[in-house]
């Protein structure tokens, strides 16, 4: 499910990107180069991934002792890629995750997701620079378009590093204050501070023809080159990895996305373990259910997700879901009547669109047999729907 249109506004990328071909730069340099422990579990056999890091004691919030003991795990990823007319760079940020070189960014920094070339291509090469300005090799170990994820990784003995501890999205609260580390415009470990201004914000991704779930809206300043950097909670802890800005005119104007590290953290452990990241696909788009929508139309339910089209050949097609086929206007609004009403999925309540997005995206994996309780016609029913492997490029979603 995609959410509607927003009149006069862009999702663009907080990277820093050059169009222009190198060569005075290249020569030059510029690119060579609760007290709780947080653990990272192991993946597969062969995969060290963990990593031992306490949060800050205390409950308040200290930007400055954020910035002191954290910042030494920020980096800044220097990316070059080839083109037609040359070599093409950019810049964003990254953190360190595990002390055997493991690092965190954007899929968009690190490959040409979301440039409308294509499938997405690696950059050439990679450098991370360190607080002290220190530039060692990386190498790209893979990337997760759909939630524009990218991992890298550097020989631990190149650097010594300092890992940063990864909280839980999910205990994410609007109001608590962040703290944002990274590199914007290319000043190195530039410190923004802020406060949550949203969770649970199903936005347009910008590397696939998805909906990002659940990522977190904070009013710290991202600007271009802070894409791949953490997003602090008071206790030092990643929430997040700052990713997005919602702007009328491409500047920061105090509306900032994060991917959500519960999101990014599985991602990372596929990408590990196999190379690759597999999302469930069931084939079908939604809108919210809503009381005043429910008695307007006489639905028997008053929250759910109402199914508006079931792709053609889709496993919620061959299930038999049924989408809508009536455009109605309700207070201001489009609705699409007719669809099942959607209000729960193998046993897990749903109580709007973005649920929908949320649980197949989330918790549920291809190959797997689930079943939708809906209501058609005011009846309860279910359908079982064998969830297949999302597709790069689908016409239809979650």
Known sequence: MRPRALVSLALVSALVGGAAVLGVAWAAGWLHGEQRTVVIQETAPGVQTSSRVRPLPGGTFDP??????????VVTIYAAFESGAGTRASQGSGFVV??????????????????GTGPARPAKVVYVEFADRDRVAA???????????????????????????????????????????GSPFGNENSLTVGVVSATHRS???????????????????????????????????????????????????????????????RSMQELLAVGK????????????LTPGIARRFGYPVRYGAVI???????????????????????????????????????????????????????????????????YRDGKRLESRVVLADRPQDPNQGP
């Open 203 to 265: 936005i347009d991704s910008l590397t696939s023809d998805y909906t990002l779930a659940d990522a977190i809206q904070v009013d710290a300043p991202i600007n271009h080159g802070n894409s791949g950097g953490p997003l602090f909670d008071a206790q030092g802890r990643v929430i997040g990895i700052n990713a997005q800005i919602r702007s009328s005119s491409g500047a920061n104007e105090g509306v900032g996305f994060a991917v959500p590290i519960n999101a990014a953290r």
């Open 98 to 115: 595990t002390r055997d070189g493991v690092i965190l960014t954007n899929s968009h920094v690190i490959t040409t997701a979301g440039e």
């Open 139 to 181: 190498k790209i170990v893979g990337w997760d378009v759909f939630d524009d994820v990218g991992v890298i990784r550097i020989d631990p003995k190149s650097h010594g590093l300092d890992p940063l501890p990864l909280g839980d999205s999910a205990r994410v609260l609007v109001g608590e204050p962040v703290a944002a580390i």
């Open 277 to 288: 990241v597999a999302y469930a696909y069931v084939g079908i788009t939604t809108e919210d």
């Open 308 to 374: 508006t089209s079931v792709g053609s050949g889709s496993p919620g097609a061959r299930s038999g879901l049924r989408g809508g086929f009536d455009q109605r206007e309700f207070n201001g609004e489009n609705f699409t009547y007719g669809g099942d009403v959607v209000v729960a999925i193998d046993g897990q309540a749903v109580r709007s669109a973005g649920d929908v997005v949320r649980i197949v995206t989330e918790r549920l994996r291809p190959g797997r047999s689930v079943i939708f309780t809906v």
């Open 64 to 73: 400055a002792r954020v910035y002191a003991e954290r910042s030494t795990g």
